[in-house]
DNA sequence: GTTTCATATGAATACTTATTCACATGTTAA
DNA sequence: TTAACATGTGAATAAGTATTCATATGAAAC
């Protein structure tokens, strides 16, 4: 999505050097960067926000979960997938029926701070 | 993104309608779903994160930003608009120069358990 | 083994988005 | 008022993504 050609930069001239470099200094690594992307790309879709919400109460089997969404079996598959890759679900076979669950309780604590900052009016 | 023509569902037979029927008067209501999911959508992009990450060290000017992150004016003004809608960042004028800030600590907290989460190996 | 069924997955497609480019806006200084 | 400059913004484009469709996988029942 990005077009790394050049280095464009800004042109200004009034640029504060001094909080630049000491916050430079301070920025996290480009990998926790990437991966704390990642966690928040995952929770940026509304289907998989539901399907969070939903394993927050209860466990659930792919089929549960497409007909509780009204949404393709497939389609909550291919989100599924995505939810395993940033390990917020975790999931147990029984038989052919796979049951998900949340993977640890971090989710829950996102959920809490995000709708209490959009319920800030 | 969504193609919304027909509602195709799943015709597995092993629903539990019980805890479906439960889970769906437990789910939060449509309008909160949709403004935590751009929430998180302002949150999954490493050009925000690292806006974000650098306003909580010290407030800045967009030129500061452009020259911190080594990208264009342009680029950073576009995705402080995106920051500003989520109500994420506020600013103060001086003159020509404009400066942000957080707007409040919720994005703290969530980088924290973010952060936390992705750091569980 | 064959069928059935729950789930997973690759390819295609419609839609979304991050950046660039060109230019508009608004403020300061001359 | 004109020039200079910091920032904002619309359109275009390249890249990313959510769903569908068709099919694969794998386990249970027959």
Chains 1, 2 share one sequence.
Do not use: W
């Not at 050097?17 to 996290?28: A, F, G, H, K």
């Not at 926000?49 to 089929?63: D, G, H, P, Q």
């Amino acid at each position: 999505m990005k077009k790394q050609n050049e280095l464009p930069q800004c042109d200004c001239t009034i640029i504060h050097n001094d909080i630049i470099n000491r916050v430079r200094s301070e920025m996290p690594r480009a990998e926790h960067l990437y991966d704390l992307s990642e966690l928040f790309k995952s929770l940026s879709d509304q289907t998989r926000l539901k399907i969070l919400f939903a394993l927050s109460k209860n466990e659930m089997c792919v089929c549960d979960i497409a007909n509780l969404l009204e949404m393709s079996q497939s389609a909550i598959s291919h989100q599924l997938r995505v939810l395993r890759n940033v390990r917020l679900v975790k999931y147990h076979k029984v038989g052919k029926v796979v049951y998900y669950t949340l993977d640890d309780n971090h989710v829950n604590e996102l959920f809490k701070q995000g709708l209490d900052h959009v319920a800030h009016q």
